[in-house]
């Protein structure tokens, strides 16, 4: 379940440090005022994967398909490099991704993975381009 709610910094510094790096300032602003939601690409509907809110227990239950946890579930399932985290899912099974770029960084843009084909492509220069939904 995608939760939009805003959160709290430090939850997203958390994912930083679980996953080891940092995500970029417009992907960052976004979750921080809505943890979560949709995202409209080539007319499918992206659920972007909240960061985990650990203040209490209905707000952990609610963010625990997290982008920490997702991303660590379709490296092992998708055999995915080490440098793709995931931060959406369509219906369809395609991701949504950012690319990580050396120690820590993370690119700006924002791609799609198709599994089946393992194609990638840009979706976005940055997160702020993305089609909103929700």
Known sequence: MTTITPIDLKFIEEAEFDLGIKFPVAYRRKMMRHNGGSVLLKSEC??????????????????SQSVVRQTQLERLAQKLPDDIIVIGRSDEGHLLVLLMMGTGNVDERVFWFD???????????EFSELNLIG
């Open 115 to 125: 599994i089946n084909s393992r194609e990638l492509g840009v979706a976005a220069n």
């Open 46 to 63: 992206y659920q972007l994967h909240p960061f985990l809110d650990s203040s209490d227990e209905c707000s952990t239950q609610n963010t």
